[in-house]
């Protein structure tokens, strides 16, 4: 039979190329899509793509045929050379060429086993990432230098493309398992803190009676042991509470309690308990006609009172003031602290969960790193935001807005 030499059409098969690039194609998908293209552009009957995996090798798709499996420990030392080779090889090549002579039978045996007339190994830079083979022609027709060529020149570019399909459900399903993982996170540290504020209560409890002389007077050293274990037992609660508050907040089941209030007697009355250094000064500037806004009293408490304490902490002298503006429908509230301030290196992280500027073992200043995370994520519940400002050894500034009008909180129901 006589066959007139097929010429390739680069410039379409560039054009189809983009087409298949250029779809995010699941996997699946991208791998037929591929395989359909070559057997088209190659008048193949029938393609399979062969794929590393660890460290060995597997067909990830057939189109033509079935699925089959094939003996890796036969094809080793042809994948071993056709790694050194880098460019298509053929069947007939195999037969026909003198210069194939030494890897003649385990070629031929690879062929078989792939029913194969041709294979195209695919890299990126030096890496082999697995390869095609693509079994006889439509009527017989052979593989010629001329489709061996066009082969060659597609292989890079359908290599990058895979290896991009590749890394892309990579990263999908380590994002699946990652959130699997946060999810078991949050559920232990939700269950685990929650069995540990039990007993920790009574233990406060108990100390507290202890403390009171309800058991009997106690003498100074015992006084002094009891408020250790208070202090500590309390700021192990304040822990706890801030863990299990972070995993509610995660998991979606924060209810609101909305009411409208004024914030200068919220603001006042926390100003009492705060643990202000004795050479730091409270200034409160919040104008008696500052309009009232809408929000979780007791959420709004918290946020207060983590910066305020927090201000009150990172200052050892100096000033802390506190001072609300109305800016269309929020009220902007600012905490500004004259105290060490955040390096601007550190400022992207003190959102974080657990994040200390102050991190290490020996850092000065106690704390969980869990309260800025709660205040913003309390603030976004209101479809408010935070941020800061701050710069190192002079200060300070969180802001925050507010609602002023019911209608920015969104999907939550208001008290009456
Ligand atoms: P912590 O419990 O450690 O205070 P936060 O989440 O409240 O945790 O804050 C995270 C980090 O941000 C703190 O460890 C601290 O380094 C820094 N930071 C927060 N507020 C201030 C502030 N007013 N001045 C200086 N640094 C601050």
Same mark, same amino acid.
């Given at each position: 039979m006589i066959f007139s030499k097929k010429k390739y059409d680069y410039e379409e098969s560039a054009k189809k190329l983009s087409v298949l690039f250029a779809n995010n194609f699941p996997s699946n998908e991208f791998h037929r899509n591929l395989l359909k293209f070559l057997c088209e552009t190659t008048d193949s009957v029938g393609a399979a793509l062969v794929l590393k995996e660890k460290e060995t090798f597997t067909v990830r798709h057939c189109l033509g045929w079935e699925s089959f499996s094939f003996r890796m420990e036969e094809c080793v030392g042809m994948i071993q050379w056709l790694k050194k080779n880098k460019g298509t090889i053929t069947r007939l090549q195999l037969l026909?060429?003198?210069?194939?002579a030494p890897i003649k039978k385990m070629g031929l045996n690879f062929f078989i086993q792939f029913q194969a007339e041709a294979c195209l190994p695919l890299f990126v830079g030096e890496e082999m990432l697995g390869f095609v083979t693509l079994s006889q022609k439509r009527e017989g027709r052979p593989f010629t230098a001329a489709c061996r060529q066009i082969l060659d020149w597609l292989g890079p570019q359908l290599a990058m493309s895979l290896n991009n399909s590749l890394l892309w459900e990579k990263i999908r399903y380590q994002n699946v398992e990652l959130a699997k993982v946060n999810d078991l996170k949050s559920q232990i540290v939700a269950n685990l803190s929650h069995e540990l504020k039990t007993p920790l209560t009574a233990v406060i409890g108990f100390a507290e009676l202890l403390a009171e002389g309800v058991d009997g007077e106690l003498n100074g050293e015992q006084k002094k042991h009891i408020t250790q274990v208070l202090d500590g037992s309390n700021r192990l609660l304040k822990i706890l509470t801030a863990l299990v508050d972070l995993a509610k907040l995660e998991a979606g089941n924060f209810p609101l309690n909305i009411q409208q209030f004024h914030l200068a007697p919220l603001v006042t009355s926390l100003s009492d308990e705060l643990p202000l250094n004795r050479d730091t000064a409270l200034q409160i500037e919040i104008d008696s006609d500052t309009p009232r806004i809408y929000g979780d009293l007791g959420l709004v408490r918290q946020i207060f009172r983590h910066l305020l304490d927090n201000a009150a902490k990172y200052t050892p002298g100096g000033s802390v003031k506190v001072s609300a503006s109305k800016k269309g429908e929020v009220l902007e509230i600012c905490v500004a602290d004259t105290g060490i301030g955040i390096g601007p290196e550190k400022m992207p992280r003190?959102? @974080? @969960?657990?994040?200390?500027? @102050?991190?290490?073992?020996?850092?000065r200043f106690e704390g969980s790193g869990l309260g800025l995370t709660l205040s913003k994520k309390w603030v976004e519940l209101h479809g408010g935001r935070l941020w800061a400002k701050s710069q190192l050894g002079k200060g300070s500034q969180f802001y925050f807005t507010l609602p002023l009008?019911?209608?920015?909180?969104?999907?939550r129901e208001l008290a009456a």
């Amino acid at each position: 039979m006589i066959f007139s030499k097929k010429k390739y059409d680069y410039e379409e098969s560039a054009k189809k190329l983009s087409v298949l690039f250029a779809n995010n194609f699941p996997s699946n998908e991208f791998h037929r899509n591929l395989l359909k293209f070559l057997c088209e552009t190659t008048d193949s009957v029938g393609a399979a793509l062969v794929l590393k995996e660890k460290e060995t090798f597997t067909v990830r798709h057939c189109l033509g045929w079935e699925s089959f499996s094939f003996r890796m420990e036969e094809c080793v030392g042809m994948i071993q050379w056709l790694k050194k080779n880098k460019g298509t090889i053929t069947r007939l090549q195999l037969l026909e060429e003198s210069r194939w002579a030494p890897i003649k039978k385990m070629g031929l045996n690879f062929f078989i086993q792939f029913q194969a007339e041709a294979c195209l190994p695919l890299f990126v830079g030096e890496e082999m990432l697995g390869f095609v083979t693509l079994s006889q022609k439509r009527e017989g027709r052979p593989f010629t230098a001329a489709c061996r060529q066009i082969l060659d020149w597609l292989g890079p570019q359908l290599a990058m493309s895979l290896n991009n399909s590749l890394l892309w459900e990579k990263i999908r399903y380590q994002n699946v398992e990652l959130a699997k993982v946060n999810d078991l996170k949050s559920q232990i540290v939700a269950n685990l803190s929650h069995e540990l504020k039990t007993p920790l209560t009574a233990v406060i409890g108990f100390a507290e009676l202890l403390a009171e002389g309800v058991d009997g007077e106690l003498n100074g050293e015992q006084k002094k042991h009891i408020t250790q274990v208070l202090d500590g037992s309390n700021r192990l609660l304040k822990i706890l509470t801030a863990l299990v508050d972070l995993a509610k907040l995660e998991a979606g089941n924060f209810p609101l309690n909305i009411q409208q209030f004024h914030l200068a007697p919220l603001v006042t009355s926390l100003s009492d308990e705060l643990p202000l250094n004795r050479d730091t000064a409270l200034q409160i500037e919040i104008d008696s006609d500052t309009p009232r806004i809408y929000g979780d009293l007791g959420l709004v408490r918290q946020i207060f009172r983590h910066l305020l304490d927090n201000a009150a902490k990172y200052t050892p002298g100096g000033s802390v003031k506190v001072s609300a503006s109305k800016k269309g429908e929020v009220l902007e509230i600012c905490v500004a602290d004259t105290g060490i301030g955040i390096g601007p290196e550190k400022m992207p992280r003190i959102f @974080d @969960d657990f994040y200390q500027a @102050d991190g290490g073992i020996t850092r000065r200043f106690e704390g969980s790193g869990l309260g800025l995370t709660l205040s913003k994520k309390w603030v976004e519940l209101h479809g408010g935001r935070l941020w800061a400002k701050s710069q190192l050894g002079k200060g300070s500034q969180f802001y925050f807005t507010l609602p002023l009008k019911p209608i920015v909180i969104k999907h939550r129901e208001l008290a009456a």
